[in-house]
């Protein structure tokens, strides 16, 4: 299947260093944290295996002798709150580890020491700390990255150092639009792309995007726009809440680009699946043709089975399924249907490894002392392009019948596999000193029996509380990253609970499982050659590393050219431990001939103990000397606002390896005229260049604008990357929300000829503008009456506009209805429409919001283009004319003592009419029904003596039309 989305970030803002800035302090949000993590799986009861115990987890109750894990080399807190789930997240580059949580952020160096205090994300992304961010560092670009939510529209923002440092760097952050709410994404490094997978479109999964790749290269290097490509799980058996995962690469080797995979779980407890397997997808990205992107599905692999159904849960949507001790019954979140984050991939000299874990039931007999466990597994694969496979799978269960969930596992330079996790005790555990959540770590070495955990669990801190701040939440994440200093060394983070101050804390963990070996050296990186225009004699330049305790010299490294004979050499220098040492073979390779080749090299040292970790490999691309072509076009982009002069703006690549200057560029909007112009400037081999067109284009009118975008080099050697097709869209923004769960929203319209009833809610956004809502300026006054399903303590709140100008936007010059409250859900209530003189004559937008202000500020109402998190928008036509309907006018006759006759005549109408008065605000005074007389005229006598003065209204019609006019009491 090919990406059903091909789009580019919407915005890009630099951000400058952290260091030096009054920076902004963290503001909790009120309302629930993440609210939108709903509805699990539907599951059959009594279907599924196992029926019994689980049977991996008799492998691990088989281990004799556990080793000694060594206790943390170092424990820090990372921050701490009063709400929960925190979302902890971290990783740890060469110089700082970074952390966060929610709606802030904190930055240690590696003693633990604090450079950047609990602070907001705002200080990273400007205005903005919707939360749920995710920090990774990229090894392979020496950038850390950090994510959260977006909402203003739905999608994500994500942020890339512009150096390794990210105290003193300074930001790259992009906006990425969704269309919906992305909840719980998880967040993945390859080679051509971040991937992301999101909880998003439940039930609609298999057509609608749920998986995102962003172009990584464009990220790192800091162009103004950055493309992004998604596409649906076709194939994903999935009937509620779900957590895929992308394959994170970690290490010093980034896999080739393409063959990307993405992996979940299908339980056979699940309505509508028959095994338990891992199922997994196969992504290939073409950036230079998005709309070639593709998604396959590739293995679905055998697995001993598993539960992981935690099954009558007594939180919110069967989520809370783990008792917490000494909480009269309070249960916590067992993070069911999760992949845990994250899911680490590695490359050896002979396969390729990833580890992923989530959690399962192992006591199905006692819902009330339910215990959970860790399903666990390596797969590999034997060489790149090939299928996946089971190396090992195992199922981790804390000692003393201690629940074990919320874990994050990865593998070291050696094979070794570290993995951090949290505990939690029975309800019976009362006296037991680690009862409540706490933080804990295992692992097993390389060679260790399979499926197994061989280390003792060893303690990062132990809770002394119940979660206090939320009756049910947990996490959502912890997450283990691997030092990139050793690449043997674990940094872990999660939650737990205290029970004095904030009670929620993040806490960080270090820990080693690598054993002193004495003697380990490898390839660490090939250096030289670059892709470059390739001659007969390009020299070949490694790093190697000493992994081992003791320092090695004389050792043999070899390099191959596609798999042919090795050129052996001997590095006659000494290499201390922990160190490395650059080496330039002295025979030199051909690389003259070909469009790539892959360069192998690895060390023979022949006391080598981990012959797994000598060797890297990479691809280099041999450039024809002439060579450019457009790679992307940064602006304009999909959206609103687009302008009858809109500037045009390409990015060029020099594809080959000579440097180019006076480059003919072009671009054709819609198969109309082609412009001309020149890019005057120097580009560099393997480099790129922006360039805005002088001549604009009228992009004024919604619809959708087919772009030709290319160069004309002279003598250009390949002219298959000279041009690319994007298609911008001028749209009128469509912010969607969740309207599904507590039916917030408008679901009864009425207003003039236009009533509709029990409107669905879908994602929030509803296009109702084949509705004509017809108005008549002349009239001045109308009636709006409205239901929502939400209502109560001022709670839910209602804006409308007209867009009178018709651009688009909704100023607010055209908010006729600002932030009015809804009383009552599932009745009746009327707001007053005033067209005075600034309202124009002819066919218009019309735009009504409702949502529920206490997740949504009043202000975030009344931005007429921001996503609630539970609300809808529905957009309507509106006709406005002027004395259009003289044969049926309505009038109100004042007359003494506070008496009124209200006339209108219409042959049309029907034989009774109900007639309503309201008050300025839109209250409901009086209704009654008035019958047509004889000669088509309806007259009512309105006695007013026992209201107050002022202004009222007065509506007389059906429920599909009607005519209101305004009066005074005095």
Request: hydrophobic share 35%; net charge negative; glycine share 8%.
């Amino acid at each position: 299947m090919h990406s059903t989305m091909q789009t580019t970030s919407i915005e890009m803002r630099e951000v400058a260093p952290l260091i030096g800035k009054n920076l902004l302090l963290e503001e909790p949000r009120s309302g629930e944290i993440n609210p939108r993590r709903v509805n699990v799986n539907k599951v059959v009861p009594g279907k599924g295996f196992p029926k019994g115990q689980d049977e991996l987890l008799q492998n691990q109750k088989r281990v004799n002798s556990f080793r000694s894990a060594a206790a943390p080399s170092l424990i820090f807190e990372a921050n701490s709150n009063f709400i929960a789930p925190t979302d902890p997240t971290g990783a740890i580059g060469p110089n700082h580890y970074m952390s966060a949580r929610n709606f802030a952020f904190t930055i240690h160096d590696r003693s633990g020491n604090v450079l950047i205090e609990s602070t907001s994300l705002r200080n990273i992304f400007p205005g903005e700390d919707l939360g749920d961010p995710i920090v990774f560092y990229d090894n392979f670009a020496d950038r850390f990255v950090i994510t959260q939510f977006s909402d203003t529209p739905n999608g994500f923002l994500v942020a890339v150092c512009k150096g390794p440092d990210p105290v003193n760097d300074g930001w790259y952050t992009y906006r990425f639009n969704t269309s919906s709410f992305p909840d719980y994404p998880k967040f993945s490094v390859w080679s051509d792309g971040y991937y992301v997978t999101a909880n998003k479109n439940q039930g609609s999964q298999q057509t609608q995007e749920v998986v995102y790749v962003l172009e990584r290269e464009q990220m790192i290097a800091g162009f103004e726009t950055a493309q992004m490509v998604g596409f649906p799980l076709s194939g994903a058996r999935i009937g509620g809440f779900y957590s895929p995962a992308s394959f994170n690469a970690i290490g010093k080797t980034l896999p080739p680009e393409g063959d990307a995979r993405i992996i979940y779980f299908q339980d056979d407890g699940w309505e509508g699946v028959d095994q338990d397997i891992l199922k997994l997808w196969s992504i290939d990205v073409n950036w230079t043709d998005p709309e070639s992107s593709t998604i396959t599905e590739s293995e679905e692999l055998n697995v001993t089975s598993f539960d992981a159904v935690f099954e009558n849960g007594d939180g919110p949507f069967g989520f809370g399924s783990l008792p917490q001790p000494g909480s009269d019954g309070q249960r916590i979140d067992a993070l069911a249907g999760a992949i845990n984050y994250a899911s680490n991939y590695r490359r050896f000299c002979d396969y390729n490894s990833v580890v992923l874990n989530f959690p399962i039931d192992i006591d199905n007999v006692s819902e009330f002392a339910r215990v959970s466990a860790i399903r666990w597994y390596e797969l590999r694969q034997n060489g790149d392009g090939q299928d996946w496979y089971v190396y090992q799978e195992g199922t981790y269960a804390s000692p003393d019948g201690k629940s074990a969930w919320c874990a994050s596992m990865a593998m070291d330079v050696f094979g070794n596999i570290g993995m951090g996790y949290s505990t939690i005790g029975t309800v019976a555990d009362l006296a037991s000193e680690d009862s409540f959540v706490s933080i804990r770590y295992t692992g097993r070495l390389a060679g260790d029996p399979l499926g197994t955990m061989t280390f003792a669990e060893e303690t990062i801190a132990i809770g002394t509380a119940v979660n206090e701040t939320n009756d049910y939440r947990y996490g959502d994440y912890s997450q283990i990253t691997v030092d990139p200093s050793d690449d043997q060394t674990f940094w872990h983070i999660g939650e737990y609970f205290e029970n004095s101050g904030n009670n929620a804390r993040n806490i960080v963990g270090v820990f080693k499982l690598a054993e002193n070996i004495l003697s380990d050296v490898g390839v660490v990186s090939i250096d030289a050659p670059d892709d470059d225009a390739f001659t007969t004699s390009e020299a070949v330049t490694i790093t190697l590393k000493n992994f081992g305790s003791t320092a090695q010299s004389n050792i043999p490294v070899s390099y191959s050219i596609n798999g042919d004979t090795p050129v052996n050499e001997i590095f006659t220098g000494s290499i201390s431990s922990g160190e490395t040492a650059s080496f330039t073979f002295s025979t030199t390779a051909d690389l003259s001939i070909g469009e790539s080749a892959f360069i192998s090299a690895e060390t023979n040292l022949g006391t080598d103990t981990m012959p797994d970790n000598d060797c890297s490999t990479t691809e280099v691309f041999n450039l024809l000397p002439n060579d450019v072509g457009v790679v992307s076009l940064s602006s304009p982009v999909t959206g609103g606002g687009l302008t009858a002069e809109e500037s045009i703006t390409i990015v060029i690549k020099n594809f080959g390896g000579s440097a180019q200057s006076n480059i003919p560029v072009f671009y054709s909007l819609n198969d109309g005229a082609v412009i001309e112009e020149v890019f005057a400037g120097t580009i560099e081999g393997g480099e790129t260049a922006e360039y805005t067109f002088t001549v604009t284009t009228d992009m004024s009118e919604f619809g959708s604008y087919l772009f030709v975008l290319g160069t004309e080099l002279t003598g250009d050697q390949n002219v298959t990357n000279d041009s690319i097709n994007r298609t911008v869209q001028h749209q009128l923004c469509a912010p969607t929300s969740n309207c599904s769960q507590y039916r917030d929203g408008v679901t009864s319209f009425t207003l003039s000829n236009i009533s509709k009833t029990e409107i669905p809610c879908t994602d929030g956004y509803e296009d109702f503008t084949s509705d004509i809502i017809r108005l008549d300026k002349s009239i001045g006054t109308y009636i709006l009456t409205v239901q929502t399903g939400f209502a109560g303590d001022d709670k839910e709140q209602l804006s409308l506009w007209i867009d009178f100008n018709d651009d688009g936007l909704f100023d607010d010059s055209e908010l006729l209805i600002s932030n009015e409250v809804i009383e009552e859900p599932d009745t009746d209530q009327s707001f007053v429409i005033i067209l005075d003189d600034t309202a124009v004559v002819g066919t218009h937008l019309l735009r009504v919001r409702a949502g529920d202000t206490q997740s949504n500020s009043g202000a975030k109402l009344n931005e007429a283009c921001g996503s609630m998190e539970y609300g809808t928008t529905h957009d309507y036509l509106v006709d406005i004319g002027e004395n259009t309907n003289n044969d049926s006018n309505l009038i109100v006759i004042s007359q003494p003592n506070d008496q009124f006759l209200i006339a209108m005549s219409d042959s049309n109408a029907d034989e009774e009419l109900r007639l309503s008065i309201y008050t300025l605000t839109g209250k409901t005074i009086l209704t009654d029904t008035v019958r047509k007389d004889a000669g088509s005229r309806f007259e009512y006598s309105l006695d007013m003596s026992f209201v107050s003065p002022g202004i009222y209204f007065v509506r007389l019609g059906s429920s599909q039309t009607g005519k209101s006019a305004k009066f005074y009491v005095y």
